[in-house]
């Protein structure tokens, strides 16, 4: 991700994607047994037989308007666990699952639904394991 993402105040569609695609399942697994701490709110994990079947996996896809660094780091779990985020530093195992590589796409449009539709499309195609298409 370049820099100036984390700076500037864009509208941002980013994919958060998993390296070590034979550990798909497993991170599955981990994700389900985390979720089951009340504590947290998190994102919904999607019935395996819905997963994408080509090499490409994908754990996550979101937008965000203006502050792209703010959901990253609620993602990342260094913000509230009150808000709807995948709090990875709380159950993802960098040992056992490998690295995840953030995508991050930037919307250029005047039109006020243009984030959405991107990311339903994006959404649709890469069919992530975690989290939900459509409007929140």
């Known amino acids: ?68 660094k703010n959901r990253l780091m609620q993602h990342f779990g260094f913000r509230t666990k009150s808000t709807y985020a995948l709090h990875l530093n709380e159950w993802w195992n960098f040992t056992k699952f490998g690295e995840i590589k953030i995508i991050t796409y930037e919307v250029l449009s005047s039109k006020n639904d243009a984030l959405q539709v991107c990311e339903d499309i994006l959404w649709d195609y890469y069919k992530p394991i975690l989290g939900k298409q459509g409007k929140k």
């Open 1 to 68: 991700m370049e820099l100036k993402y984390l700076q500037n105040k864009l509208d941002i569609i980013y994919l958060i994607k998993v390296e070590n695609k034979n550990r798909y399942t497993d991170v599955v697994e981990e994700f389900i047994k985390f979720k089951t701490n009340k504590e947290f709110n998190t994102c919904r994990e999607k019935n395996g037989n819905n997963w994408n079947t080509c090499d490409e996996k994908y754990l996550y896809v979101g937008s965000c308007k203006k502050n792209i």
